[in-house]
């Protein structure tokens, strides 16, 4: 599949991760055969993986916020595993400009984002912190590749 039959797919997939292998063909242009080869190889190391996007507000998890942290350098082993494996962090990234990590966290309450912080900063040496609540979702998972 070309770069840009790749595109239109990805495109496709991306607006619906449950489009049609029948349909992703036609809009390509591609065979139903190559459509499905490329999904089980290429595709689905470019795809990384299908998933949903929750409605937050709808499941009462009302408080997002995205954290900025920078740890004592010898403790940045330990706050990455404990960071990883807390439930309340949708996504932790690995960052610069002065910081060790940005993370995406997500609760039912101020309240609660708030004890999460507490309890980091009771554990772990955090040089910086700056805290960035999430008021309204304008545009969310909208990217697209372009041909």
Known sequence: MNAANEAKALTMLRQNGRAKITD????????????????????????GRFTC?????????NSRAFITLKCDKQQKPQLQQRLANSPLVNSLWKINNGYDYLLDVITRSMGELENFL??????????SKDVYFIIEEVKTEAWTPQP
């Open 24 to 47: 992703i063909s036609r809009a390509t242009g591609t065979p139903v055969s190559s459509t499905f080869e490329w999904l089980k190889g290429a595709g689905k190391e470019k795809l």
């Open 53 to 61: 996007l929750p409605n937050y507000a709808a499941l009462d998890y």
């Open 118 to 127: 507490e309890v980091l900063e009771g554990k772990y040496t955090l040089k």
